[in-house]
């Protein structure tokens, strides 16, 4: 086994806390998928942190899109499996999506060794993920909605995206960086729909 590789805590106290809130959440208790968000931001942050030490700036970043991913991936969980194993095989499917689009080759071939193809599910590209993310955007300004746009699912370098919109490329990051921290915090928001879609409620003010 490879050193770096997460181990399964699903008997571990970690795993212990987690898996009763997320199948508790999953049923439609918004207190609980607040709290297991809660819980896997913290894993999610120290598990990027130790790989990101050259880029600390993205860490928080890929934390909220991993929340992001996790939100609209929900309808996917296989209940056989740990919730933090699931979670952190998402994350490093975003770790492989950042090198990819900063050219660390060198990277790409251990982090993909590392996924366990089992965990990573292709993404589900139904109808309802693609109206949660619109839900989601919607509530955005124009600008963090087009800079995250542009670089999360485009692709485009920052300075492509400063380059396509005429802003500052340090003007793209910070409406990236503000426009994740929105979404997840959306998404931590009361529901208002059907026990287990967690949809996102309507903005609140900031």
Do not use: C, N
Request: charged share 30%.
């Amino acid at each position: 086994m490879r050193r770096d590789m997460p181990v399964d805590d699903s008997h571990g106290d970690f795993e212990s806390a987690l898996k009763p809130l997320w199948l508790r959440a999953q049923s439609g208790d918004d207190a609980a998928y607040r709290q297991a968000l809660g819980l896997l931001a913290a894993r999610l942050r120290a598990y990027l942190k130790r790989r990101l030490a050259g880029w600390p700036d993205e860490v928080e970043d890929l934390v909220q899109e991993t929340l992001l991913a996790l939100h609209l991936q929900r309808g996917t969980y296989d209940p056989t499996l740990a919730v933090s194993a699931w979670a952190v095989a998402i994350a490093r499917h975003k770790l492989v999506d950042l090198w990819r689009r900063r050219g660390r080759r060198d990277k790409l071939h251990d982090a993909i060794d590392d996924v366990d193809e089992q965990l990573l599910a292709a993404e589900p590209d139904d109808g309802g993920a693609r109206r949660d993310l619109e839900t989601l955007f919607g509530a955005l300004p124009q600008a963090q909605r087009q800079a995250i746009v542009l670089t999360k699912l485009e692709g485009l370098s920052v300075a492509e995206a400063a380059a396509r919109t005429g802003a500052s490329e340090s003007a793209i990051k910070v409406q990236v960086h503000r426009g994740l921290k929105r979404l997840a915090a959306l998404v931590r928001q009361d529901t208002r729909d059907d026990p287990g879609t967690h949809q996102p409620g309507p903005a609140r003010p900031t």
